[in-house]
């Protein structure tokens, strides 16, 4: 599942800088990584610690008052030195984002089925009734329970874990090359959260989805990561396999995350 | 954090549980009703001159009796009715669709933009519209189209204000960053994520100016600037009326009730949307 061959995004020397009110505060400092087809690379850090902002910056999606430098190298292409349309495309299309918390972060007037068929009809080139199809297959990818049916619904008659797989559903209906979830799982329920990281896994395994994973919460990244990049105060600190990275802290601040964690027998990665 | 809950049927029920709103709602279902079917309801042709039959008390043949050239005031009054809602109707449509554009773009721009169309906004309130109406009409000749684009063209203000509220909130709102994340243009931020949730207020305040509108028109139409005879609208079936005021009431009565009821309806029915709006 996991192949080492040519890195899908690469991130160089990135650093990002508020510029507003004169005065400059970094952000992100010099922090590169790379993310490998079909991999997940886990993102850590406590809050601060610049990890959205790394996200965000992938696509230029920060405020105008953010200067931004180094490169992002998406299949080979520099996304920090595209053009204004070249990176609408690639918002959504070749980078999609899963946020924290479902509950706000779909269009209230819109029913799910519009929502899914405006994502694929921007970003493939199917349309119309292909493009229904597509929506009903992608609800039944993430688990939605009569997808034919449930197409017609609001998203606030869906509960929040089935909000967050609707949004899943969304991401990757533009068939993205890599997923951005930053936090998938902050704002749901502990049992929720289960089950929408066991979506999560089963559809990376299945489709060889490569992701970033953006959390503070190491429980999540046993289960779905290969390799860890810790952040700290705006700078990479430390990064390797998970499991080495864990046996083995190096950093204080990656020994700091894993005493924060609650013991719970939830068992690796991949077991 | 706050959900948001779009429940259409909190605004019907209410419909049920207040009885003087559920009368205004019917009051406006039996109008619309009304005007589409004045031409088969009408009892007369409302443009029949029967001078042999002027200034007739209400009967039994002519319920509410004939003006002074013979004609049946109810037939008038119900075709009266089509002008009143059809002018208030577009020229709302009017009002609401710059109002929506200028408060959208206003409102997502921001900065320079927002300061100019704000200022416009501005300007055109402190307007007198009674001159500028007035003058419209005084160049181009009294007609229902007239008056129609007139009232729209001095009445979106509102609405603009309204919908740039409303997209100010809306666009820091996690489902437009969203979206935008996920790849959606400027236009389609608009035109479906930011317009289409800002349309409840917007929704309140047209139908408040509906009832403002048909006001204006009867208002206009009296003064013998608005609709011309012998077509029949409101306002100069009280114009015509008025020559008569000393010994025809049925000429004053009805016309002015009409205007009355319509205009109390659109403004209840504003208000129960609005109460629903909050509620939910």
Known sequence: MRSDGANLLAVDQLSVTYTGRGARTPAVRNVSFTVGQGEVVALVGGSGSGKSTVALALTRLLPPDAEVEGRVLLEGEDLLAASEPALRRARGGRIAYVFQDPATSLNPVLTVGEQLREMIEQHTDQRGRAARDASVEWLGQVGIPEPERRLGAYPHEFSGGMQQRVMIAMALAARPALLVADEPTTALDVTVQVQVLRVLRELQQRLGLSVLLITHDLLIVERLAHRVVVMDRGEAVEAGDVATVFAQPRHPATRLLLESRPALPLGGAHG | ?280
Do not use: C
Not at chain 2, 42 to 58: E, G, R, S, T
């Open chain 2, 1 to 280: 954090m706050t959900k948001i809950r779009v429940r259409p049927q909190s605004g019907f029920g209410r419909l049920g549980s207040d009885p003087v709103l559920a009368a205004a709602g019917l009051v406006l279902a039996g109008l619309a009703l009304l005007a589409v079917f004045a031409p088969w309801a009408a009892p007369y042709d409302p443009l029949d001159v029967n001078l042999a039959q002027a200034l007739l008390p209400p009967s039994g043949s002519h319920w509410l009796g004939t003006d002074p050239l013979g004609r049946d005031v109810l037939s008038r009054l119900m075709f009266g009715t089509r002008i009143s809602l059809l002018v208030g109707l577009i020229a709302v449509s009017v009002a609401v669709l710059i109002g929506t554009a200028v408060g959208a773009v206003a409102g997502f721009a921001g900065g320079r933009v927002d300061t100019v169309l704000m200022r416009a906004v501005d300007v055109m309130l402190a307007f007198p519209d009674i001159f500028l109406l007035l003058t419209v009409i005084a160049m181009l000749g009294p007609s229902i189209y007239v008056i129609m684009a007139v009232i729209g063209l001095t009445g979106w203000m509102g609405v603009a204000r309204l919908v740039r509220a409303e997209v100010l909130s809306l666009k820091e709102r996690e489902f437009v960053q969203a979206s935008r994340t996920l790849g959606a243009s400027t236009w389609r931020l608009l035109t479906r994520h930011l317009i289409p949730n800002a349309m409840g207020p917007v929704l309140v305040a047209a139908t408040l100016g509906v009832g403002g509108a048909i006001l204006t028109e009867s208002a206009l139409s009296f003064l013998g600037l608005g609709v011309q005879p012998p077509e029949p609208s409101w306002g100069n079936i009280l114009n015509e009326g008025r020559v008569a005021l000393g010994v025809a009431w049925w000429l004053i009565v009805p016309p002015g009730l009409a205007i009355l009821i319509t205009v109390l309806a659109f403004y209840i029915v504003g208000e129960g949307l609005r109460d629903a709006l909050r509620r939910r």
